[in-house]
């Protein structure tokens, strides 16, 4: 797992929770789609806010928007700086990101992520995400933060 939380304890529901949200992001750069289905509820629901439009589906279909075919190149996101909050069975994960093509960076933004335990093992349940270019104080700043680590 990437480092992506600072100098922060995690219960072990927080872990696996987030853990679920990692491996899922690694799935992109692996080119895994089979894997990324094993860690959705397909029915769940999926919010993406591309200004300036708005779009709503299923978490089966979110995750069919991404070209696994290397279409658009060698696709990573790393995540970053999440937050993880944990009720029983539901869990929710602040998740900033950054979307990078090719080793560059494509997009950055933030991703909350529902996650529901089922049969001991969390699975995403819902996502709404934002997504933006990054302006070059950005940049800076996430070399920066790639430093401390």
């Known amino acids: 797992m990437s480092a992506i939380t600072k100098n922060i304890s995690l219960t072990a529901d927080e872990a696996d929770a987030l853990r679920t949200v990692q491996e899922f992001s690694d799935c992109i750069a692996k080119g895994d789609k089979a894997s990324m289905l094993t860690l959705i509820l397909p029915d769940g629901g999926a919010t993406l806010c591309r200004p300036p439009s708005v779009m ?19 696709l990573e996101q790393r995540i970053h700086d999440t937050k993880v909050m944990v009720s029983d069975e539901i869990a929710m994960v602040w998740v900033p990101n950054e979307f990078y093509v090719n080793g560059r960076v494509a997009h950055v933004g933030t991703s909350i992520m529902s996650l529901l335990k089922v049969d001991g093992k969390w699975l995403i349940s819902g996502s709404v995400d934002n997504s933006r270019k990054m302006v070059m104080s950005e940049v800076n700043q996430s070399a920066e933060n790639k430093r401390i680590r």
């Not at 709503?56 to 060698?74: T, Y």
């Open 56 to 74: 709503h589906m299923n978490l089966a279909a979110a995750v069919g928007r991404i070209p696994f075919d290397g279409s658009m190149g060698q």
